[in-house]
């Protein structure tokens, strides 16, 4: 009796979507892909190999304050990109405020796409006067600029905190400044996809045999709706990733003890014209590189995903 085969691993099919041959045959993608990786594996990895942790003030000395980057005159091994005014290392910096600024991004996305599915499913499901107030609620906030619905509400939480609270609190109020302006996005196009699933057969017959709408609105219509939300959430990563770092240059983000590349931009910005430029300027193309990456996997995918270039 012959064994029967055994189905392909998830690898094996992935391998043979038509996601990856668009992936391994998009040159720009595979790039993008590679430098995100590099970017954000050597910011988890920095601790491993960085001269020292730029958040701890007991290993910064001033007598290796403002050293320019090693391969011009007065470099200094091991630092490689030189100092600032505090002795802080910039490479060390760099790498840890990258890693802030990773994980805000990435909270901002999530957290923004928690808020902003359930919105748009329960508006969508239901329809009516749930579906207006819900929505005009969203059209408010689309009407105002998103850089200034955050400056506003990490303004307001930060004032709201005992002063204690306002350095350690700093990346949750980030948080939460972002996903208040961007969870309108994901709303409304889940409410649109749902608008549409709504009427399909498959949601009626689960009606008819009673299932219970939560899990007609989780299990049947949202899965039908991730394609354009997957390429959303990439988008806005950088996106968010962006409006950390204005918030930070503005000084109401990341504080100067735990400096993103927002807040090391900043205090590099005060020493640009004094001939320290490497204090802004390594900070900046990091930030740069970051973005880039992400917004050409972006859209990378939403082309990928689109079946009408298929």
Same mark, same amino acid.
């Given at each position: ?21 668009? +992936? ?6 595979m790039i993008a892909a590679a430098?995100? +990786?590099?970017?954000? +594996? ?19 000395? @001033? ?70 107030l819900l929505m005009r609620f969203?059209?408010?906030? @689309?009407?105002?600029?998103?850089? @200034? ?50 009427? /399909?057969?498959? %949601? ?5 045999? /009673? ?6 609105? +989780? ?11 997957? %390429? ?23 504080p100067a003890s735990q400096p ?23 900070? %900046? ?22 079946? /009408?270039?298929?």
């Open positions: 009796m012959t064994a029967r085969p055994l189905p392909p691993s998830r690898l094996s099919r992935l391998r043979q979507s038509d996601l990856w041959w668009s +992936f391994t045959h998009h040159r720009g993608a430098l995100l +990786f590099v970017l954000i +594996f050597s910011a988890f990895t920095a601790p491993l190999y960085v001269p020292q942790n730029p958040f701890d003030p007991a290993q910064l000395d @001033l007598l290796n304050a403002e050293y320019p980057p090693i391969w011009t005159e007065g470099g200094q091994w091991p630092y490689l990109l030189g100092t600032d005014t505090q002795g802080r290392d910039i490479l060390s910096a760099i790498l840890y405020g990258s890693r802030i600024s990773i994980l805000i991004g990435l909270a901002s996305v999530f957290f923004a796409l928690v808020v902003g599915i359930g919105t748009g499913l329960v508006a969508g499901y239901y329809g009516g006067l749930i579906e207006n969203g059209d408010i906030l @689309l009407s105002i600029p998103t850089i @200034l619905i955050a400056i506003l509400v990490s303004a307001i939480v930060r004032e709201l905190l005992p002063p204690s609270l306002r350095e350690v609190g700093a990346g949750g109020v980030l948080v939460l400044a972002i996903v208040l302006s961007g969870w309108v996005q994901y709303a409304r196009t889940v409410r649109a996809q749902t608008a549409v699933e709504r009427g /399909k057969e498959y %949601v009626q017959a689960a009606q008819l045999l /009673k299932v219970p709408a939560r899990r007609i609105m +989780f299990r049947h219509i949202l899965p039908n709706t991730l394609t354009p939300i997957l %390429v959303a959430a990439t988008l806005n990563f950088g996106m968010a990733i962006l409006t950390e770092a204005t918030l930070s240059f503005l000084g109401i983000g990341m993103s590349l927002g807040t090391l931009i900043r205090l590099g910005n005060q020493f640009l014209f004094s001939g320290m430029w490497w204090i802004t300027v390594f900070p %900046v193309l990091q930030l740069c590189l970051l973005v880039v990456a992400v917004n050409i996997l972006g859209d990378w995918l939403r082309d990928a995903l689109n079946p /009408k270039l298929r």
